[in-house]
T-cell receptor, first 115, second 115 residues
Framework: EAGVTQFPSHSVIEKGQTVTLRCDPI?????LYWYRRVMGKEIKFLLH????????ESGMPNNRFLAERTGGTYSTLKVQPAELEDSGVYFC?????????????FGPGTRLTVT | TQLLEQSPQFLSIQEGENLTVYCNSS?????LQWYRQEPGEGPVLLVT?????EVKKLKRLTFQFGDARKDSSLHITAAQTGDTGLYLC???????????????FGQGTRLTINP
């Protein structure tokens, strides 16, 4: 069974540019999550999809971030325009229909560098 | 304010020694996970503990959930160089969040086992 995949693995962009990150969850997983780790900080929750619906987007930093999951399969996270503080590693995770133990499976992450 | 405090943040020991890593909080959690992350990869789930006082073993790794479900420990017996990595604890959002699907992470313990 293929795991969670993310693309690209690395992205270097200039301040003010736009970047789109993609996540393909494990097949059959309705729950998809985005997390971010900025330098020196812990991994922090951004948002959660159940199929194509946003269940919780309380962790999104501001309106420069837009997440979509059309069709309830893969998801994209767009940052427009990017700022220096957006640099970090963006992780995607997926899980099956909610269980009591909240187990999530993570992708390898996209390392975003804004210069 | 961090909800999960991990200690120590860095630990370097010799192969064959034992070690314990701690994950503490003032919040009560319904479950807690331990992950291991290698460079360039996403966190990989090691174990989930659910019941207060629960102890789980994974080969040389022993995980314990505190009786009050506020803290956890990871003990490694006879550490090997292959145990080197970043160990993260994560818990559900607890009573600080409305959504039940968010994971809250500690900053991690970077473990180095020297030959």
């Amino acid at each position: 069974e293929a795991g969670v995949t993310q693309f690209p693995s690395h992205s270097v962009i200039e301040k003010g540019q736009t970047v789109t990150l993609r996540c393909d969850p494990i097949s059959g997983h309705d729950n998809l999550y985005w997390y971010r780790r900025v330098m020196g900080k812990e991994i922090k929750f951004l948002l959660h999809f159940v199929k194509e619906s946003k269940q919780d987007e309380s962790g999104m930093p501001n309106n420069r971030f837009l997440a979509e999951r059309t069709g309830g399969t893969y998801s994209t996270l767009k940052v427009q325009p990017a700022e220096l503080e957006d640099s970090g590693v963006y992780f995607c995770a997926s899980s099956q229909v909610p269980t009591d133990t909240y187990e999530q499976y993570f992708g390898p992450g996209t390392r975003l560098t804004v210069t | 304010t961090q909800l999960l405090e991990q200690s120590p943040q860095f630990l370097s020991i010799q192969e064959g020694e034992n070690l314990t890593v701690y994950c503490n909080s003032s919040s009560v959690f319904s479950s807690l996970q331990w992950y291991r992350q290698e460079p360039g990869e996403g966190p990989v789930l090691l174990v989930t503990v659910v019941t207060g006082g629960e102890v789980k073993k994974l080969k040389r790794l022993t995980f314990q959930f505190g009786d009050a479900r506020k803290d956890s420990s990871l003990h490694i017996t006879a550490a090997q160089t292959g145990d080197t990595g970043l160990y993260l604890c994560a818990a559900d959002g607890g009573r600080y969040f409305q959504g039940a699907q968010k994971l809250v992470f500690g900053q991690g313990t970077r473990l180095t086992i020297n030959p």
